[in-house]
């Protein structure tokens, strides 16, 4: 393939046999000779890498690439793909997750009718073991516009806070102005360090109003899924973010409005924590009180008051009131809201350990 591609196609892998020939059946379906795809196996060890190597024998032309590197992790991975890739735009998909019909061809039509340097996009929640669950989750951008206008472009992303790096297509420019690695490192929450400051260096954005892909959802246990370390991973992902905002020095609002993002981010986390282990979690929350200080632009009490009057750009705006409450309960130490986690999350961690059982048997 000598000519550039107008889009690049990047799927990290890693030991999903089990996932990645749907996942990739839905793309070779798609894909065209003005495509490219890149598929980054981060030394699986169960059958994976073999298998990748078939359909890449399989799919015979030359705008199917296969990297094999050892074990890396996610990151890196994703860092490998970025690398390789050519098109002029980029669009990650996870290996265990499926392309939409059509979606490709609603990308190139965007991007020959726009040229713009982002692209949002719609996605579905998939539960494919419980069908019922699946929601179309989509993006607070007015669609069949180009929009200019940098705070709007940040605002209304910190309003949807879905922060996934497939969920925007973005120019491959636009990644080269990052230095390496861009994606860090054997962090959790990579997305996030990374997206907000890919969108702060978009000068335009057309929002696509279509599901782009359905986004897997595994039903693992929570006791597996948080630990210590994922708490503090996502306690302090958007905190290359600030630093980035205080070099380009963003507007006041843009500013109030990460800060909300951040807010949600914290009470989240603080959730969380009580599935840890009692003095794991109490040495977690002392952590990220410390870190959530220091991630914010403004006072958090200013932060609160903006979450409460209703003059933020917002999706929900009664979330945002309860989500106000319970920060500053965390924050303040209330025994009343301690308690309340504690109970809450030991009945969600029950019916969550009945259903994998019984997804089991």
């Known amino acids: 393939m000598n000519r550039t591609p107008s889009l690049s196609i990047l799927v990290p892998a890693y030991n999903v046999r089990h996932y990645v020939g749907d996942c990739l059946a839905a793309i070779l379906g798609q ?20 298998l990748l190597r078939q359909l890449r024998a399989d799919h015979g032309g030359d705008n199917f690439t296969l990297i094999e590197q050892s074990n890396q992790g996610i990151s890196c991975a994703r860092n490998a793909a970025v690398q390789a890739a050519r098109g002029d ?52 951008y007015q669609a069949d516009t180009l929009i200019t206008d940098r705070d709007t472009i940040l605002k209304v992303f910190f309003a949807d806070r879905d922060m996934y790096v497939w969920a925007k297509i973005i120019k491959r420019a636009i990644y080269g102005q990052l230095a390496m690695p861009l994606f860090p490192p054997g962090r959790v929450f990579e997305d996030v360090a990374v997206v907000p400051q890919l969108l702060n260096l978009c000068a335009s954005l057309v929002y696509l109003p279509l599901p782009l892909l359905d986004y897997r959802q595994h039903p693992v246990s929570i006791t597996r899924a948080i630990s210590e370390r994922w708490c503090m991973d996502f306690a302090a992902a958007l905190l290359p973010v600030k630093q980035q905002f205080q070099r380009h020095a963003v507007s006041a609002s843009v500013r109030l409005h990460f800060d909300v993002a951040v807010c949600y981010f914290y009470v989240a986390v603080v959730k969380n924590s009580y599935q840890l282990p009692a003095a794991v979690g109490r040495r977690v929350r002392a952590a990220i ?69 019984a997804l089991a048997g």
């Not at 003005?34 to 994976?48: K, R």
């Not at 040229?115 to 699946?134: C, E, G, L, S, T």
């Not at 309960?329 to 009945?347: C, M, P, Y």
């Open 289 to 357: 009180r410390a870190r959530l200080l220091e991630g914010l632009f403004n006072d958090y009490r200013d932060v609160l008051r903006a979450m409460e009057d209703g003059t933020l750009l917002t999706n929900d705006a009664a979330s945002d009131r309860a989500h106000a409450r319970q920060i500053r309960a965390a924050i303040n130490g209330s025994l009343v809201f301690h308690w309340s986690q504690t109970i809450n999350r030991k009945i969600k961690l029950w019916r969550r350990m009945r259903a994998t059982r």
């Open 89 to 140: 735009y980029l669009v990650f998909i996870d290996s265990d997750d499926l392309l939409l019909p059509g979606a490709l061809a609603a990308i190139d039509g965007a991007i020959a009718q726009w040229q713009p340097d982002a692209i949002a996009v719609d996605f579905r929640m998939w539960h494919p073991d419980q069908p019922a669950k699946n929601r179309t989750v989509r993006c607070g």
């Open 31 to 50: 894909l065209q000779a003005q495509h490219e795809l890149i598929v980054i196996d981060d030394g699986s060890t169960d059958g994976t890498a073999a």
